[in-house]
């Protein structure tokens, strides 16, 4: 699990999971930072949506998921939906940033 005792109780295992979700808020907080940086760095509304860089960070976290012990199909479902919901932020941004 966590490198910590096993969960005692339902109401243990659902802190531990609460306690996750705040770390992973503030993970996702600094990557939301750092697409928005990119942002910038892109001409255009290609560049932004970047099918195959897309396709590399999906396959390399697949590859990373089963020694780490997450389902490599699950891996890959959150992170096809937590680059979409990040392409939809960059794309308002350039779209932001292209009016003035």
Do not use: C, N, Y
């Amino acid at each position: 699990m966590d490198g910590m005792t096993e969960p005692s109780s339902l109401e243990d295992v659902r802190s531990r999971i609460d306690d996750l979700d705040t770390r992973l808020v503030a993970l996702l907080a600094r990557r939301q930072e750092l697409v928005a940086a990119a942002a910038g760095f892109k001409r255009d509304e290609d560049a932004v949506r970047a099918p195959d860089r897309v396709e590399r960070v999906v396959a390399a976290v697949r590859a990373k998921a089963g020694p780490a012990g997450l389902d490599p199909g699950v891996a890959e479902a959150i992170w096809r939906a937590m680059i979409t919901a990040f392409i939809d932020f960059e794309l308002a941004r350039h779209r932001q940033s292209a009016t003035g």
